[in-house]
């Protein structure tokens, strides 16, 4: 049976009718730390100095990053520090719970992060794990690994270090939860970290490439996971003189059982084949020719006229950007006020600023991005009530519908009614079965991390102007593509709440 990323989502759907109770294994709840016994992890300084710029700044100003030769193990400890850290501790009474930097469905955290360093001064060139934990990484393979495609280097009077970072994805820590369903939340997840690490290594003055593109299996085996159980979902480094190519290092030398068997998260995990069907459908890239339409004019309903948006200088911030980082929670106490009218164009101006998941992206040189996005709007300051689409390539918008949606979408996010009092939700959408046409099963990756990325921008921008933001993945999927008109092959794959709060 062939498998298609439309396929699995409409299989994966909630259905009001057909929604049964079902309870959860606490005896054995998935572990939500990765260690590896025997190998002690090359502690990280925690105490380094962060940028101080403001996120609009970062957001705006175009990547200007360079090789940085100067790149030491407190430079890469920065990068994880804005990338994946634990930023605050709760009491509770079944334990001590830690938020971290990315939000996470139902706070299972899939996603693992490993790096490969090369001439990274006091630190040996190898793969290493990044331990959340312990801010250290766990060494599990020595060498270098990657191989030369560009001179730059012998322009410079030291070799600059090389980068790659790997994120990965354990299938039961959501899979214990949402079941089938959890592919979609190890893409979001995994979007949200690929986010903070572009913005970290930009803030840092390091360009990166973002690579979704790559061989599964052999990356998977140079990582030492189990691809039962957990794998490769992107790759992100430094650009310039080296690139990784796992494919091309002849055989890669087993790290053995006691490695792989690391990514058993649980004494007794559940499998579901739905998962690994879908991941492994996506293991081949799909070679495109030509550009599509963009996705916003893909989804069913008929724009009016568009309108420019308008722009904000400076934006309404009032935290920098590393402290938006440390700040950022899940916060869904919205009140029923009026939403500032900056706030919104700010975001909006946001989420139209570069995202690709892939090199020329909406350029012409490849399709146009594979997620499309629109908002409703309930309660801000000069906006009507009703359903937009935004077209971030003219930074214009349109208003499809009329009126009061957000009663009715937060009875279709499993009557979850707080969602009601939010200012504006951000709708992610696709046309998946365009996105099957243009890039294969692996464009479904390519969607769902896209609207993880910039739902993590969301959460940043918010915690930066002094909003609420909180993420929804878990909706009555054909009653939301009904509410916003989509055509029989678009759905809505993420919305995310903001507004105002009662307190920070």
């Known amino acids: ?66 090789l940085s030769p100067g790149l030491d193990m407190r430079g890469l400890s920065r990068i ?35 790096v490969a360093t090369e001439g990274l001064a006091h630190l040996q060139d190898g793969l290493y794990h990044f331990s959340i934990a312990r801010h250290g990484l766990s060494l599990l393979r020595q060498g270098r690994f990657s191989l030369p495609v560009k001179k730059e280097a012998e322009t410079l009077d030291t070799t600059p270090p ?39 290594m930009k803030a840092l003055g390091l360009s990166s490439v973002l690579d979704p593109d790559f061989d599964d299996e052999a990356v ?50 559940t499998d579901y084949p739905a998962l690994r069907d879908i991941h492994w459908a996506g293991a081949s890239v799909v070679q495109h020719s030509e ?23 400076p ?20 009140v029923e006020k009026e939403g500032p009218a900056a706030c919104l164009a700010a975001i909006l101006e946001g989420l139209c600023t570069g995202c690709r998941m892939k090199p020329g992206e909406g350029t012409g040189e490849s399709p146009h991005p594979p997620t499309a996005i629109g908002f409703l709007v309930g309660n801000v300051e000069g906006w009507d009530p009703g359903f937009y689409l935004l077209d971030t390539a003219s930074r214009s918008h349109t208003r499809v519908r009329r009126g009061f949606l957000m009663d009715r979408m937060a009875r279709i996010c499993l009557d979850q009614m707080w969602t009601a009092h939010a200012a504006v939700h951000v709708l992610f959408l696709s046309n998946l079965d365009a996105v099957d046409r243009i890039w294969g099963p692996r464009g479904y990756r390519y969607a769902m991390m896209t609207a993880g990325r910039l ?35 678009s759905r809505l794959l993420y919305l995310v709440g903001m507004g105002p709060v009662t307190s920070l």
């Open 315 to 334: 934006w309404p911030e009032t935290l920098r950007y590393a402290n938006a980082v440390f700040t950022r929670r899940s916060r869904r106490n919205f």
């Open 80 to 114: 994880f520090r804005l990338t994946y850290s634990l930023t605050a501790k709760a009491r509770h009474p079944g334990g001590d719970f830690y938020y971290r930097s990315v939000p996470s469905a139902g706070a299972l955290y899939p996603a693992e992060i490993y």
């Open 1 to 66: 049976m062939k498998v298609s990323g439309l396929g699995y989502h409409q299989d994966t759907s909630y259905d009001r009718s057909r929604m049964t109770g079902q309870s959860l294994d606490w005896e054995h709840q998935p572990r939500v730390y990765k260690s590896y016994p025997g190998i002690e992890p090359v502690l990280l300084p925690r105490e380094v100095p962060l940028p101080e710029m403001r996120l609009s700044s970062l957001l705006k100003d175009p990547d200007t990053g360079s």
């Open 455 to 489: 739902g993590e921008r969301l959460y940043l921008m918010a915690a930066a102007m002094g909003l609420g933001c909180c993420g929804i993945g878990a909706f009555y999927d054909m009653d939301a593509a009904d509410l916003l008109g989509l055509n029989d092959a």
């Open 220 to 269: 998977n085996q140079f990582l030492g996971v189990d691809p039962e159980r957990e794998v490769c979902l992107a790759i992100c480094g430094t650009s310039g003189t080296m690139r990784y190519d796992a494919g091309a290092m002849g055989e890669m030398v087993d790290l053995g059982d006691a490695v792989r068997n690391a990514s058993r998260v649980s004494a007794r995990e």
């Open 162 to 200: 090389v980068l790659r970072f790997f994120i990965t994805a354990i299938f039961f820590r959501s899979a214990w939860k949402y079941r089938e369903r959890s592919y979609r939340y190890h893409l979001l997840d995994a979007g949200h970290l690929v986010e903070n690490l572009v913005l970290a």
């Open 291 to 313: 550009s599509g339409p963009p996705m916003v004019s893909l989804l069913g309903p008929a724009p009016h006229p568009w309108r420019r948006l308008d722009v904000i200088d």
